[in-house]
């Protein structure tokens, strides 16, 4: 029937997909529009990311330095996969969530795009998917404050298996979940023009990621929550620690830079208060023997674990027993892919994931 009714068809029922996340969402603080100063966490667009489709994030946090107040989201939400242009508006909220769906009608300006990481797509390395956009003077939240999260610490925690993480974003709102694994070396796809490798469009590009960590959950993320701060589950009257930052996601799984890579890549911190004590206890860098050893093993087979039938990615985890594995991600775990991998590296056990394409997880809407 698809071959029949032809492109048409195929973009008028995603967009009645998109519009039904809109609708299913409509009411959460997340994708209203907010009168400002706005608190973050909530969706946002470039204001060129528009064409026949329109896309919208998640404006995920407030960052500083010597020059000012920023608000941190990824690459492809705010810089338009590397198309951006210093000085293009960002506005609250994002395309998918207005009305007209796709107009900036009731929108406001809360920041302009100011520098991203350049993303890679021939074959070199990326470990961040990130920008930033000074704020407009009075229309972001003076302390940063995340709906739902608050206000984040100063200090960062690093990513470690099994932590257990929350994160606020545009679609899904406020979810927790757990690091399954870390050292993830990933290809996603998704990066292009908005609305690219929909029927009409442009194929997507592809960008190779290292040094990343996964949540493994089926709930944990969903289209427009890239550019969402991933923090760690602060005790009871604690800020959280960041962790990541959400750019992608495959079936069951969510992806995020780890937050050093991401504040290292633009040169700012987060806008707050020196941290307390116990900030700076829960941000301490626990190595895990177990992981750190299965982390040696995965990166002497990098190359050749990424060449493996229908391999999109893999990382290091941990069985029930607390032993060191690694994880390999597959778009789909046939038989004969099963067979082709090892089912053992240098005494490391290998465990496969069918996690489907990963690609970056913007909403799209079409303007037809």
Do not use: W
């Not at 302390?143 to 100063?154: D, E, K, T």
């Amino acid at each position: 029937m698809l071959q029949t009714k032809g492109k048409r068809s195929v973009a008028m029922r995603l967009t009645t997909l998109a519009i039904a996340m809109v609708v299913l969402y409509a009411g959460t603080p997340h994708t209203q529009q907010q009168a400002p100063p706005i608190k973050l966490g909530t969706s946002g667009s470039n204001v060129n990311d528009i064409a026949d489709y329109c896309c919208t994030g998640t404006l995920g946090a407030q960052m500083k330095d010597a020059n000012g107040k920023y608000i941190l989201s990824n690459n492809h939400v705010l810089a338009r996969a590397n198309a951006g242009v210093p000085g293009e508006a960002i506005m609250q909220r994002g395309y998918v969530d207005t009305t007209p769906v796709c107009t900036n009608t009731g929108t406001i300006t809360v920041a302009h795009l100011t520098r991203f990481v350049t993303l890679n797509f021939t074959g070199g390395n990326n470990t961040a998917d990130a920008a930033i956009a000074q704020v407009v003077t009075g229309q972001v939240n003076a302390n940063g404050q995340i709906l739902q999260l608050g206000v984040p610490a100063v200090a960062p925690a690093v990513a470690a298996v099994g932590m257990a993480v929350e994160k606020s974003g545009r679609t899904t709102g406020l979810t927790t979940g757990t690091i399954g694994a870390v050292n993830v070396t990933v290809n996603v796809t998704g990066y292009g023009i908005c609305g690219c490798g929909q029927p009409g469009e442009p194929a997507c590009q592809t960008a190779k990621f290292v040094k990343q960590f996964s949540i493994s959950s089926a709930t944990f993320s969903g289209g427009g929550d890239s550019g969402s701060l991933i923090v760690k589950v602060p005790a009871t009257g604690a800020r959280p620690n960041p962790v990541g930052l959400l750019f992608a996601g495959g079936t069951g799984i969510t992806f995020a830079n780890t937050i050093q890579a991401v504040m290292n890549q633009l040169a700012v911190t987060f806008d707050a208060s020196a941290p307390t004590a116990a900030e700076l206890a829960a941000a301490a860098d626990v190595r895990d023997p177990e992981v750190e050893a299965a982390s040696r093993v995965k990166d002497r087979y990098d190359d050749y674990l990424m060449t493996l039938p229908e391999v999109v990615g893999h990382g290091v985890s941990k069985d029930a027993s607390g032993r060191g594995v690694i994880q390999l991600y597959m778009r789909k775990a046939s038989q004969s892919a099963r067979r082709a991998a090892p089912e053992t590296l240098e005494g490391i056990p290998v465990v496969i994931r069918e996690t489907g394409e990963v690609r970056t997880i913007p909403g799209c809407v079409s303007r037809h």
